[in-house]
């Protein structure tokens, strides 16, 4: 597996299914190493004046999609920070390849059962339209390899929070020595 160089003081890039906790774990590893938490889908947001749901229903995924790409590429520039990656990031293989050479990239899984209960009641994911569970299937179907690149997985299924900031945080300074 492909490691970053210099890890230290390098990004930690958390990819993953929408409802694996990546804003949540990447909130209390900022807090822990003292890094800026940067949330691409929030960065993306504000840049267009609108909300993700907004930018999906009135300009498409496609446009979505660059979007996400442009401001990944931008964000990556910098060294240091918390990187909570939209969960289709992955999609582009150009972004995974960004994506390990500007960082440690952390896989954050979870079985459907806890997705679907993490994420059943958020209006605000455009992929959730119509039955939860059956998006959340079908989105996991058809992503089940595209996270593979990552330098680490951690299953958030039956962990904490705290957990698994912790087990982040000594894979990151495990892999940069």
Same mark, same amino acid.
């Given at each position: 597996?492909?490691?970053?160089?210099?890890?230290?003081?390098?990004?930690?890039?958390?990819?993953?299914?929408?409802? %694996?906790? *990546?804003?949540? &774990?990447?909130? #209390?590893? $900022? +807090?822990?190493?003292?890094?800026?938490?940067?949330?691409?889908?929030?960065?993306?947001?504000?840049?267009?004046?609108?909300?993700?749901?907004?930018?999906?229903?009135?300009?498409?995924?496609?446009?979505?999609?660059?979007?996400?790409?442009?401001?990944?590429?931008?964000?990556?520039?910098?060294?240091?920070?918390?990187?909570?990656?939209?969960?289709?990031?992955?999609?582009?293989?150009?972004?995974?390849?960004?994506? %390990?050479? *500007?960082?440690? &990239?952390?896989? #954050?899984? $979870? +079985?459907?059962?806890?997705?679907?209960?993490?994420?059943?009641?958020?209006?605000?994911?455009?992929?959730?339209?119509?039955?939860?569970?059956?998006?959340?299937?079908?989105?996991?179907?058809?992503?089940?390899?595209?996270?593979?690149?990552?330098?680490?997985?951690?299953?958030?299924?039956?962990?904490?929070?705290?957990?698994?900031?912790?087990?982040?945080?000594?894979?990151?300074?495990?892999?940069?020595?």
């Amino acid at each position: 597996m492909h490691q970053p160089k210099d890890l230290l003081h390098s990004n930690i890039i958390l990819v993953g299914m929408m409802g %694996t906790g *990546k804003t949540t &774990v990447g909130t #209390l590893l $900022a +807090d822990l190493l003292q890094y800026p938490l940067v949330d691409i889908d929030a960065v993306i947001a504000e840049s267009e004046g609108m909300s993700v749901q907004d930018i999906f229903a009135s300009k498409g995924e496609l446009y979505f999609r660059e979007l996400e790409s442009q401001m990944l590429a931008k964000v990556l520039e910098q060294k240091g920070q918390i990187v909570s990656t939209g969960g289709g990031s992955v999609l582009r293989d150009t972004n995974c390849q960004l994506m %390990t050479n *500007k960082g440690l &990239v952390v896989c #954050l899984t $979870a +079985d459907i059962d806890h997705i679907v209960q993490r994420v059943g009641g958020d209006d605000n994911r455009p992929l959730l339209a119509g039955d939860t569970y059956e998006r959340v299937s079908s989105i996991m179907e058809q992503r089940k390899h595209a996270y593979e690149f990552a330098h680490v997985t951690v299953d958030t299924s039956l962990l904490n929070p705290d957990e698994v900031a912790t087990h982040v945080l000594t894979r990151y300074r495990v892999q940069a020595f």
